[in-house]
Structure formats: C-alpha cells, structure tokens
C-alpha cells in the first residue's frame, strides 16, 4: 500500500487515485493534470531550443510517422503535427489525455488533426495495446519529459523498464529511433535538489520543487519531488516520484536492448555533452538494428 505521505516508514510514489493497470498512473486524482500545462508552458511557450532540437533531428534522420509513447496533455505531439509530422499518441493516464482529445475535436477541421490517433496504453503492454496501429513501424518512437522516471523498479531488477523500453524497439522499423530522456539524476543526488527551470520546464510560474531520495540497501530508489506552481491567484502543490535513472546505467539498458554497436548519440539540454557537462536532463538517441 503506497501512502500520500512518509508514514509509518511507507513512501508515496503517486497523487491518490486509482492506477491503471501495471504502470501505476500518478496523475489519476487529476489534480496534476489540472496544472501540468501551467508548469510545462503550453505548445506556443515552448523554447526554441526544444522545438528546434526535436524537429531538426526527427527530420535529419528522416523521420516522417512518430509514435509519441508519453504524450500527457498532447503538448509535444500538438508541436510535431503542426510541424508536418503524422503522429500517433498515447499515455497510461486518461486524466492527461482528455486534454489531448480536446484538443483533437477543437481542431478536427485541420486535416492533421483529424487524422491525429490517441491512444490509452500501458509501456508494459505496448504492442499489444497499440499493434492495429503500428503496421510496418514508427520512424522514431519518442519518451521526453522526464516521463519514463515515473516506472518505478518494482522486483529490483528492472524488469519492468527492460519490457517498457523492449516494447518502444518492437514498434520501430528497422533503422527507426528512439529518443528518450531522464534527469541528471547523478547531480540530484550530488546536490539534493532539482532546477526548477530548464530549457525543458520553462513556465515563470515554477516557484519550486522540493526533492527528497529515498535508498533502499545503500541503493537510490526513488526521488520524490513537491512541485509548487503559483499563478496569479492560483496556488498548487502537488507530489510525483520517480526512478532515479543513473546515466551509465541507463546507457548499458539501452545497450543491452538495442545492441552495442548500434547508433547511440547522446545530448545534454539539447547540446553536446562536450558543450553541457552537468545539464538538467539527459537525450538519448539510439537506432533499432536494420
């Protein structure tokens, strides 16, 4: 039983609400989701480096149908149809995709938007959830936003992790790709605490995240992170914890996943990691095998 608070030695790991199955969906109260695009900024707000990055290497390495595996409220996937791109997107939480699916019917009357198929699935039963619409494959399978943190390791060994990211490689083609990203976790923990600004999250309206790590045997096993978002009259605070990834061992995942030859690039807030030697959030870009 997981708990809203650190009581009697138990930790929450979502808001109260009642999950979905498998990945437990901490946006189901809907109190997060009410907020989430105050904290994110909506499609327009989006900086130029995250619109320009994720276009740019979508269309250099010639991708045209994107499956967008953690679309939430549809902000980054609203970005990618408006830029050309047919995607198809999904989440586990209904209480985000609502506001996707509003989004759709304001704008049916644009082709692309009409066309646009939303999705609700689970990373564990990906395929299956998702097969009638994956045909010969994606060009690149996308997980931004810190999103695959929220899968928590539940026996220990990441199991559960390995399957979700096994899931993204089998709805790619051959020579598909799969951008995925996490946090600096390595600093968190360095530092004991998280930049309420990036050039990811970069809403004025982000007045602080509180975070707090629990270990378990010596080992990180979960971040928690209060998020206080304040809006003229508007005051929230909400929890979400997550997976503190390692960067080297969240490359060896990827690795043992893809192949270790394969192409993997990796970028630091959109740049080089030569350029970013301590960024906010880690971009992954790996190639299925051809």
């Known amino acids: 039983m997981f708990a809203d608070n650190i009581e009697e030695g138990v930790f929450s790991v979502r808001s109260d609400g009642i999950p979905t199955e498998g990945v437990r969906d901490q946006y189901a109260d809907g109190k997060a989701a009410k907020v989430w695009e105050i904290f994110i900024g909506d499609q327009k707000s989006r900086t130029e480096n995250y619109r320009n990055f994720l276009v740019d290497l979508l269309k250099k390495n010639g991708c045209k149908r994107i499956l967008d595996v953690a679309c939430g409220t549809g902000?980054?996937?609203?970005?990618l149809l408006q830029?050309?791109?047919e995607v198809v997107s999904s989440d586990a939480s209904d209480k985000m995709l609502k506001y996707a699916l509003k989004e759709r019917w304001n704008r049916r009357k644009e082709a692309a938007f009409d066309k646009w198929i939303i999705e609700e699935a689970n990373w564990?039963?990906?395929?299956?959830?998702?097969?009638h619409v994956v045909g010969e494959g994606f060009d690149a399978v996308i997980c931004l936003g810190n999103s695959f943190a929220h899968m928590m390791d539940s026996f220990g060994d990441q199991r559960e992790q390995k399957q979700a990211i096994k899931n993204f490689e089998k709805c790619l083609k051959p020579g598909g790709i799969l951008l995925i990203d996490h946090r600096n976790y390595d600093n968190i923990l360095e530092t004991g605490s998280t930049p309420s600004k990036s050039l990811y999250y970069n809403s004025p309206h982000t007045s602080e995240i509180k975070t707090s790590v629990l270990f378990y045997c010596g080992k990180p096993a979960l971040t928690i992170m209060d998020y206080i978002i304040a809006a003229g009259n508007l005051r929230s605070e909400?929890?979400?914890s997550y997976y503190p990834h390692m960067f080297e061992g969240f490359k060896s995942i990827l690795k043992g996943i893809f192949g270790e030859k394969t192409k993997h690039d990796i970028f630091g807030d959109f740049k080089?990691?030569?350029?970013i030697p301590t960024p906010a959030f880690y971009i992954h870009l790996i190639q299925?095998?051809?």
Do not use: A, C, H, P
Request: charged share 40%; net charge neutral; aromatic share 12%.
């Open 83 to 85: 830029e050309g791109f």
């Open 272 to 275: 080089s990691l030569k350029e």
């Open 238 to 240: 909400f929890r979400l």
């Open 288 to 290: 299925k095998q051809k």
């Open 124 to 131: 564990l039963n990906l395929y299956d959830d998702i097969k």
């Open 75 to 79: 902000v980054d996937s609203i970005m």
